[in-house]
């Protein structure tokens, strides 16, 4: 486990940077937080982090939105309109989780059943003042060594 308090947007979007930079095919990573702690901002730097030049919202109501042109394929997914676990086989997000791609899953304490067991789990809260907390724990080798790489930077 790690904590860190980021102090501004731009070091929550610069950790992201990090995330992708260091990314390997079959990272997941699962984003915990209330409205507004961040976590949008933090998958927009992991976006840049791949490559990605293009613009990165929310996928609140698209649920995933897909970038193949990234270094290594990248999904960004957003639980929080999910009626029912259902709609995750109806999108077909599990084929992507863990698979040779990157994903980014917002409010994947939703649906927690539904992620690989290798996975990184960053829980933002908010600080007050742009500050946000943030924990990290990585369950699985890949999530490990990212999680290692990420705090040497």
Known sequence: M????LKSPEQTYRLGESIGAHAMPGLVVALVGDLGAGKTCLA???ARGLDIHAPVTSPTFVLVSAYPEARIPFFHADFYR???SSELQELGLDESLGSGS??????ADMYPE???ADHLRLVLTDQGQDCRGLVATAHGAIAQGLLEAIQSD
């Open 2 to 5: 790690w904590q860190q308090t």
């Open 44 to 46: 927009q730097g992991i």
């Open 114 to 116: 539904y992620l690989p």
């Open 102 to 107: 990157v994903c980014v899953v917002e409010w």
């Open 82 to 84: 999910l009626g029912d």
